[in-house]
């Protein structure tokens, strides 16, 4: 059998980074036409039975309250094994997302040519940029009008403060999208559309001369563009691309599959296999040490007949195999690992091995929480995930006073869990905590679990809170003699000061520099 290092060498372990609409699903589903795992691109189906599938899913979320479409696919392409993580968005958008960046060693940010970088793609990046985390950027949806190519790239420099290195430079304008020069090989690709973008782009390679004479005057624009990318220097640095400093950037279209391989072979061929992970000492536990894992998610099932808990691990170390017992790190207690599922969508196949860099999910996850550390002797601890800002606060409150037992228990639960944040004010007691969560999706699984699953039908009402920043004891007396700011804390200890808006924040920071109010990773951006 192969080492553990040499199954992690052929894997990238990788999330698409996005704002909603920008072309996320769609480019999923055309790198599973790329890597053989799909053999027409599901676009093609009738839309309906696209739109039919969302909302089953929908339907299904809502009957067990929480998302079930955000997990992990693997798939095969050239020698290598591909695992993109899912980062939910739209109205899934939760602290979820941030945590699969956890779990991830390279992004790909897709950004819509129209658009450049919207809100929640600077916020996914925040939190890439936090881990140093390699990322490539697609530009999509050249094949309708859009900006400036050399505009997209300031915007990218300027918003996101890291270097844009396109790898290939697209000839044609937005909207008569023809090809791309590939910069590492001095080629043009020039590509041909199939029926609905079904099946692979055609793809003929160019030299530049025979370029010059196919495309004309698109040709003359993009060789004076490239001329000013090499005044600048904007050349691919794969040691700065690993730290995160630079981003290699690829002009496409999703839809049409134009500029999906080069894409895809850019994964294979930059972004970093896993490497091994450091442990809390930030001593790095090898490839080959036996089997460690980590768990980036865990999800609780709603359904009355299956209660069960399905804790998403990411293997760092060692080979995974179906049945082993492993060591649950904080409890130290045993853990079975019968029921291991790789889970797609409502598909839960059951997994027999895994590598570093895969992820599997465990059943009967009871007692595990995010950033657990599962483990075959010798024992490792990770280091805790970050945590990220609440955008969103309620009060909640139990409807029938009878019921405030199991409300109690109900809220420390969710809490523990990370489904919400409990904030207490120091004064008023348990009767009506705070949530706060990242997304407000989270709101709806805490109300649907604590009447379902504690028996504790909830109230929640909306408050005037908008922004939080974390605190400390010495600057929490001045903060709450303060109009317009509240101290809140977690069972835990964490200190949060909350405003009602940027603008009140930033003036009494103004006025109070001494004052402690960090800022959390991933927050402060609108969207
Ligand atoms: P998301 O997951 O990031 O939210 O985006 P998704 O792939 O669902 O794409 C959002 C919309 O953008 C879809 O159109 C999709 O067809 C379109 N799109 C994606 N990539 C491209 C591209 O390269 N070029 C063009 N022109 N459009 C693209 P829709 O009308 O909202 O959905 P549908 O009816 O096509 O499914």
Redesign the pocket.
Known sequence: MRPPSEEAARRRTFAII?H???????LTEKFLLYGGALQSAG?VKA?GE?RRVTSDWMEMEQKRGISITSTVLQFPYRDSVLNLLDTP?HRDFSEDTYRVLAAADAAVMVLDAAKGIEPQTLKLFEVCRERNLPLLTFI??W??PGRDPLELLDQIEAQLDIVPTPVTWPVGIPGDFRGVVDRGTSTYVRFTRTARGATEAGEKVRTFDEAAAEEGEAWAAATDELALLDEVGAHADPERFRKGEVTPVFFG????NFGVRLLLDAVVDLAPSPLPRDDIAGLPRPLDAPFSAFVFKVQANMDPSHRDRIAFVRVCSGRFERGMVVEHGPSGKPFATKYAHSVFGQERDTIEEAWPGDVIGLVNATGVTVGDALYVDPPVEFPRLPEFAPEHFVVARVRDTGRFKQFRRGIAQLDEEGVVQVLRDQDLGDQAPLLAAVGPMQFEVASHRLEHEFGAPTELSPTTWRVARRTDEASTPALRSMHGVAVYARAEGTRYALFESPYWLARVEGEHPGLVLERLVAEGTAG
Do not use: F, M, Q, V
């Not at 279209?253 to 049409?256: K, R, W």
């Open positions: 996005s909603p609409d920008a072309g996320k699903t769609t676009a839309r696209r968005g999509n949806k094949d309708r279209s999703a839809l049409t």
